[in-house]
């Protein structure tokens, strides 16, 4: 079964300084990897994608994340951060074996801007 | 496109009470996932479909709980009785196999459901 590990609960950034989000997946096979954000309230967005090919995927609003099999990272980095980033962030991996299609999400990393 | 549709967008319901919520997927999806988040429990899987048919139902937390496909357009959640403990937010999600969709999940707005 795949998991997801997103080890920073709450992380605070000044606005204009830059980001990056950590993001640790366990899946036996190659796996599909997403970031999506989530606004209080609102629903789920998605940032980016990865599934094969280059390994450095770039996403909406400036965001990007890069797939590194041999540390099991899909980190998540933004060169330079804006107030209305505030959210909470999911890292997914989906499963890739009928039976397994689901998403399973890590627990979150809500990302507070100081002006 | 529409994006996936669920409603109520939000309810308010006395405990015992029977709640149905409602997504209609994307138009061509054949995946349909019914998700929940809590603050305890983020984040987790109920049941998804496939093609109606329901491939892993294992989320579902106790026989309270029931969800049906009975087309491609349609999809219910139901809880009877409902607890104040079933008070969270209610995601659906479809997506589609076909190589050009990227096997990217699309999630609706929610149902922000609270039992009291």
């Known amino acids: 079964a795949q998991s997801v590990t997103q080890p920073d609960i709450h992380i605070t950034v000044s606005e204009g300084a830059s980001l990056e989000l950590r993001c640790n997946y366990s899946y036996g096979a190659t796996p599909y990897l997403f970031w999506y954000v989530q606004s209080p309230g609102q629903g789920l967005q998605l940032l980016l994608k990865y599934f094969s090919g280059d390994t450095l995927v770039q996403g909406i609003k400036g965001f990007e994340a890069e797939f590194k099999r041999s540390q099991s990272s899909f980190n998540l980095r933004k060169p330079s951060v804006h107030w209305s980033d505030a959210a909470e962030y999911f890292c997914?991996?989906?499963?890739?074996?009928?039976?397994?299609?689901?998403?399973?999400f890590g627990t979150g990393t809500r990302l507070t801007i100081i002006p | 496109d529409a994006g996936v549709i669920q409603s109520p967008r939000h309810e308010v319901t006395e405990m015992g009470q029977e709640v149905t919520l409602r997504c209609k997927p994307i138009s061509g999806h054949d995946y349909l996932f019914w998700y929940r988040q809590t603050m305890m429990r983020g984040l987790e899987l109920l049941i998804y479909?496939?093609?109606?048919?329901?491939?892993?139902d294992s989320g579902m937390p106790e026989d309270r709980f029931s969800a049906k496909m009975p087309n491609a357009s349609f999809s219910t959640l139901k809880i009877q009785p409902s607890e104040p403990r079933d008070s969270a937010v209610y995601f659906c999600?479809?997506?589609?196999?076909?190589?050009?969709?990227?096997?990217?999940?699309?999630f609706g707005e929610g149902s922000w459901l609270t039992v009291v």
């Open positions: 997914a991996v989906r499963g890739s074996n009928f039976g397994n299609e689901k998403l399973t």
């Open positions: 999600a479809s997506s589609s196999h076909r190589a050009e969709s990227g096997n990217t999940i699309y």
């Open positions: 479909f496939n093609n109606n048919v329901p491939i892993d």
